[in-house]
């Protein structure tokens, strides 16, 4: 299978500027070039690339990404390995959440505060001009 950029761009949903960012900071192989030194992709750049993709969709860093195909290249890993770096992921996630959690909590707060008249006195605006109230763990809860 040859693939010209704009055809990998169309099979993968990756934009053609992603492509060549990928290539150009490595994870992504170099292409041939053609005669016409257009680059030519094979099936081995199209998968790889829906891999990235998959990842970059699940929210996995760059890093991350390097460290799971550095693994997969190395041919030394175990699914335990990958099972390992898929759980940190999913904690940080789900700490992302909690805080997004604590977010609309307080968000929703501020929102219900205001009166939503069509005067400049905004009770909104006065909270967010209030010192943070703490919880019995001295934290912040938008924090």
């Not at 055809?7 to 992504?28: M, N």
């Not at 990235?52 to 997969?72: C, H, T």
């Not at 909690?98 to 009770?123: F, I, K, M, Q, Y």
Request: hydrophobic share 35%; charged share 25%; glycine share 8%.
């Amino acid at each position: 299978m040859k693939l010209r950029i704009g055809q990998l761009a169309s099979e993968t949903g990756c934009q053609v500027e992603t492509i060549r960012y990928y290539e150009h900071i490595g994870v992504l192989p170099p292409p041939t070039r053609a005669p016409n030194n257009y680059r030519v992709y094979g099936d081995s750049h199209r998968r790889r690339l829906v891999f990235i993709r998959r990842m970059r969709d699940l929210g996995f860093s760059l890093e991350e990404v390097r460290a799971l195909l550095r693994m997969i290249e190395g041919g030394a890993y175990t699914c335990a390995e990958v099972q390992a770096l898929g759980q940190e992921h999913l904690e940080a996630v789900r700490e992302k959440i909690a805080d997004l959690r604590r977010v609309e909590s307080a968000l929703a707060e501020l929102v219900g505060r205001c009166t939503g008249a069509n005067t400049p006195d905004c009770s909104m605006l006065e909270a967010l001009f209030e010192a943070p109230r703490f919880n019995a763990a001295g934290q912040c809860p938008s924090s």
